[in-house]
Nanobody, 124 residues
Framework: QVQLVESGGGLVQAGGSLRLSCAAS????????MGWFRQAPGNQRELVAS???????NYADYVNGRFTISRDNAKNTVHLQMNNLKPEDTAEYYC??????????????????WGQGAQVTVSS
């Protein structure tokens, strides 16, 4: 059974940092691209960052160099280091496994397994 479990969320002041982790089980982790999405109340779920099996990364424009996605295939884990957080980064953050049949990287439709989410709250 495939499981993705996020951790590392919390409350932080603007300008602070958080590191999210997503532990995967039940899959050959190194064979799959992964992504981090976020969803704020009333908004659609949107891509934050993605990482290919080879470690190629892609970020949403609003990240603007503040976040870094990485993966540790030995530990079946993907991380999202978030620096210089802003109140508008407040959202539920989800990790997801990209489908091997996906044609793109940006849409939730390109991903087939999701974690339960981790809440990130940034106070001003």
């Amino acid at each position: 059974q495939v499981q993705l479990v996020e951790s590392g969320g919390g409350l932080v002041q603007a300008g602070g940092s958080l590191r999210l982790s997503c532990a995967a089980s039940g899959i050959a982790f190194k064979l799959y691209a992964m992504g981090w999405f976020r969803q704020a109340p009333g908004n659609q779920r949107e891509l934050v960052a993605s990482i290919s099996t080879r470690g190629t990364t892609n970020y949403a424009d609003y990240v603007n160099g503040r976040f870094t996605i990485s993966r540790d295939n030995a530990k079946n884990t993907v991380h999202l280091q978030m620096n210089n957080l802003k109140p508008e980064d407040t959202a539920e953050y989800y990790c997801a496994k990209r489908s091997v049949h996906a044609r793109g990287w940006l849409s939730t439709d390109d991903y087939v397994r999701w974690g339960q989410g981790a809440q990130v709250t940034v106070s001003s």
